[in-house]
């Protein structure tokens, strides 16, 4: 069982991140989850206080012993970039030019080689 030990500075710092509105949900659990922790209230408590299992208290507690608060709120999220975006303007001024017959035809071309 993991043990944390932390300093009047952390336990500030943790307050701070939970009172503040920018900081996810998620990560406001995970605080939550240490804040528990060094109340000394059993992991199975702080899972079903939470909603959440014992190994992910268990993950939060490393995380943060690992990096501290910076560790816990720090999204991960990954959010791939569309090659797409680069050339968007263009599509966009291409598709504006051409008149609405020219943008129906390749439609009405598609259907009849489907039948």
Not at 46 to 73: C, H, P, Q
Not at 77 to 92: G, K, Q, Y
Not at 97 to 105: A, E, F, N, R
Request: hydrophobic share 40%.
């Amino acid at each position: 069982m993991i043990k944390l030990n932390l300093m009047d500075t952390q336990r500030d710092e943790i307050a701070e991140a939970i009172d503040d509105p920018a900081t996810s949900e998620r990560a406001k659990i995970k605080l939550l989850a240490i804040r528990l922790h060094c109340l000394d209230m059993p992991h199975g408590q702080i899972a079903a206080a939470l909603n959440i299992s014992n190994d992910t208290v268990t993950i939060y507690l490393k995380a943060f012993r690992k990096g501290g608060v910076a560790e816990l709120i720090e999204n991960r999220n990954f959010r791939p970039t569309s090659s797409v975006e680069a050339f968007l303007d263009d599509i966009t001024r291409s598709l504006a030019d051409m008149d609405d017959v020219k943008l129906k035809t390749p439609r009405f071309e598609i259907r009849s080689d489907a039948e």
